[in-house]
């Protein structure tokens, strides 16, 4: 069963919007969730995470994602969206054993 | 300080020949990761070493493929023999501690195609 989904198969927007990619999991008790971008030709690059707290954390790079545990949701937003920040995102949880479990990612296309 | 570097970055082999990749992850983190995305699909683990020990390898496809970690420094991961459906990209990552809360840093990946 999937544990993590991400709906979107890609995500328009354009330069100075606000932008959301979405992610939902699916897990009993507390989830330890992250995201993680990947640019062309690089690598995954950790963005943030939630592990417990406030349920709206920072990352890098102006991203924030908001922890909902009743709608299971772990959103991704940017206030201000930059041509730059096309790319492809994953969304991600950790399971007690440590791995990761990956959303099936999500293609962010920022237009000029 | 340097990240996980992989090496090659891409790699073109025919079916039956044998390929191995190599991880070297972020000095002094004990743990390391192979995970794999295939044909654009989810990435998906392979399994993990803290130090040189397989703390799980439940993710690994079939005994084709070998994962080793000598010296818990850098590791490498043999498919052999390569089939097609074993073409995609392999990740490594790496993490200080290997407790919930330490995020994973990947390296860039290799590229694997099998024809």
């Known amino acids: 069963a999937q544990s993590v989904a991400q709906p979107e198969d890609q995500v328009n927007v354009a330069e100075g919007n606000p932008l959301t990619v979405k992610c939902t999991y699916s897990?009993?008790?507390?989830?330890?969730l992250f995201w993680y971008v990947q640019y062309p030709n690089r690598g995954l690059q950790f963005l943030l995470k939630?592990?417990?707290?406030?349920?709206l954390v920072k990352g890098s790079y102006g991203f924030e994602a908001e922890f909902n545990k009743s709608q299971t949701s772990f959103h991704l937003k940017k206030p201000s969206a930059l041509v730059s920040d096309s790319a492809l995102y994953f969304c991600?949880?950790?399971?007690?054993?440590?791995?990761?479990?990956f959303g099936s990612g999500t293609r962010l296309l920022v237009r000029p | 300080e340097a990240g996980v570097t992989q090496f090659p970055s891409h790699s073109v082999i025919e079916k039956g020949q044998t390929v191995t990749l190599r991880c070297d992850p972020i000095?002094?983190?004990?743990?390391l990761y192979w995970y794999r995305r295939v044909m654009g699909k989810e990435i998906k683990f392979l399994l993990h070493?803290?130090?040189?020990?397989?703390?799980?390898e439940s993710g690994m496809p079939n005994n084709r493929f070998l994962a080793e970690r000598t010296g818990g420094t850098y590791s490498t991961l043999k498919v052999q023999p390569a089939e097609l459906e074993d073409s995609g990209v392999y990740f490594c990552?790496?993490?200080?501690?290997?407790?919930?809360?330490?995020?994973?840093?990947f390296g860039p990946g290799t590229r694997l195609t099998v024809t």
């Open positions: 990552a790496s993490s200080q501690g290997g407790g919930r809360t330490y995020e994973q840093y």
């Open positions: 897990v009993s008790g507390n989830p330890y």
């Open positions: 939630y592990i417990t707290g406030d349920n």
């Open positions: 991600a949880r950790m399971d007690s054993s440590y791995k990761l479990i």
């Open positions: 000095s002094g983190h004990d743990n």
């Open positions: 070493f803290v130090k040189e020990s397989k703390q799980d």
